[in-house]
């Protein structure tokens, strides 16, 4: 029998209710000792704060890992990338966090973020755009040339980076850079051998690139439409053309007493005659583009070219664009870029004038899923947008498309002529050798995709080594044409937008 039980059977005159009293009171009183040695002890201890995780990098598709960032030097982890040539895209990865101020107060804190925030980072590489690009640029010069073989895929609008391909592996020299012979003409190239961790795609001040060529004829070509000219705007061409820019006289390149005088080369059915935009820049008519500098201005063609996304780097080409008025060599590609630069300047004409930063990531989030601020495309309109149409409908030329205004590219064939084909679909572009064949370029336009691809040689080998053999300018243009077919492939067909008839024609 419970003692409840018994208070309730033997009523209030018996002796069982004081039993209960007592166990009432032991039980306070243990209940009131709890309490007090409750507040006598130790309040209970915060939960730890969550150890320092290291941040994830994974490719476009959210599943393939690139990159797991420790505690030590982010690049380090770059070098231990499952796919060796992923590491290059990495390693620019690690660079544009390092440079956004979203990410933190200055460079220490945003690695120390990157290193320790236990991030999940989309990039935005197209792993199998990828695979085939580095699989095309090794076949055309493997990764034992001394020459480089760089290739870059960016999507117009948004500046995402879909590949990076170059044929070096990302790994550190064994033994420090060769310098370049006594009384070499040139910057010091440690980029003979088959290993290089340095931006060979994307550029910086210890990389600045390489000579363009012929593509920087669309800077002076789209200047003349900013200003006032129309697409057929004609020149009377001729072999040689004795320009008002002053050079040294002792020049190859001078005549007259020290002016530049540039020449054409190539088909002999274009080197004199009367030119338009669309078949002058169709078959690289050097005459045409050096005096429509004259009339429109080098400074100007320079501003544009730094607006649509070329960057000078190197330090004679950041001189000479200071006061480029008399730069009349720089509408022919004489100064040093990059692959993604030269790629992204085309996706801004490609995208109607807007230029977007190069962007190598697509979404990130923090270690409890919510997006990190901070990260998506950003974009300006550069150019109006019935000018960089303009500038396209001319760039359809080079690469065997047609302007939207019929016949106007020219009669002949192009170096570039079978891009189209390759392709596809609609596309605007253009390549070129430079005149010391020490450099190749070019570069393949679409509404959703600009693909370019460059290859160097070193600056101070001898003409015979340096020289870019016969058929590899033509087989880079392939490659550069499949490779921009393949990021295409998935994607519906899209054309040009036509532009208005008064910016093509005058009357």
């Known amino acids: 029998m419970s003692i409840i039980e018994s208070a309730h059977r033997d009523g209030p005159g018996g002796r069982r209710p004081v039993a209960l009293a007592v166990v009432v009171l032991v039980v306070a009183a243990v209940a009131g000792i709890a309490v007090w040695r409750s507040r006598d002890t130790d309040p209970p201890k915060a939960a730890p704060a969550p150890a320092a995780r ?19 030097d982010p690049r380090e982890s770059c070098l231990r990338a499952p796919v060796n040539d992923w590491g290059f895209f990495c390693d620019t990865v690690v660079t544009w966090w390092q440079g956004q101020e979203a990410f933190g107060a200055d460079r220490a804190e945003r690695t120390d973020r990157l290193r320790q925030g236990g991030l999940r980072i989309v990039g935005s590489l197209d792993p199998k755009l990828q695979a085939g690009a580095k699989q095309r640029v090794d076949a055309l010069v493997p990764v034992t040339d001394p020459k480089v073989f760089s290739l870059a895929s960016i999507e117009p609008g948004t500046g995402l980076i ?77 072999k040689v053309y004795q320009s008002k820019f002053r050079i040294d006289p002792q020049s190859p390149m001078a005549c007259g007493g020290g002016y530049y005088c ?41 501003a544009l070219a730094q607006r649509l996304g070329i960057t000078f780097r190197g330090r004679d080409d950041q001189m000479l664009g200071k006061n480029s008025a008399m730069w009349g060599a720089f509408t022919l590609g004489v100064s040093a870029t990059s692959t993604l630069d030269l790629a992204n300047a085309y996706a801004t004409l490609a995208a109607d004038g807007t230029r977007c930063d190069p962007l190598p990531a697509v979404k990130v989030t923090d270690a409890t899923g919510a997006q990190v601020p901070g990260v998506g495309p950003k974009c300006e309109s550069v150019l109006r ?55 190749c370029s070019v570069v393949v336009a679409g509404p959703q995709l600009a693909t370019a691809g460059m290859i160097a040689t070193a600056p101070w080998a001898r003409t015979g080594q340096a020289a870019i053999p016969t ?34 024609l005058a009357g």
């Open 262 to 302: 540039p020449s054409n080369t190539g088909d002999t059915a274009y080197q004199s005659g009367r030119r338009t935009m669309w078949d002058a820049f169709g078959h690289t008519v050097v005459t045409y583009f050096v005096a429509l500098a004259e009339q429109v201005g080098v400074e100007k063609a320079v």
């Open 471 to 504: 058929g590899v300018p033509e087989a880079a243009i392939g490659v550069v044409a499949a490779v921009q077919h393949d990021g295409l492939a998935p994607l519906p067909v899209r054309d040009f937008t036509a532009p208005p008839r008064d910016v093509a």
């Open 54 to 72: 290291a941040s994830e990098l994974f490719a476009a598709d959210g599943t393939t890992l690139i990159a797991r960032f420790g505690a030590e």
């Open 385 to 439: 947008p019935e000018v960089a149409r303009a500038a396209i409908d001319a760039g359809r030329c080079p690469v065997g498309d047609s302007s939207a205004f019929g016949d106007r590219c020219g009669a002949g064939a192009v170096p570039a002529t079978t891009v189209r084909a390759t392709v596809g679909r609609p596309v605007a572009g253009q390549s070129g050798v430079t005149d010391s064949r020490r450099s």
């Open 162 to 238: 879909r590949a990076m391909a170059v044929n070096r592996n990302f790994r550190r020299t064994a033994a420090a850079s060769p310098s370049a012979p006594a009384g070499a003409d040139g910057p010091v190239w440690p980029y003979t051998g088959p290993d290089a961790t340095d931006a060979l795609i994307a550029g910086d001040e210890n990389m600045p690139g390489t000579q363009a060529g012929a593509p920087f004829m669309m800077f002076t070509l789209a200047a003349a439409l900013e200003s006032g000219l129309t697409l057929d705007h004609a020149i009377d061409t001729k």
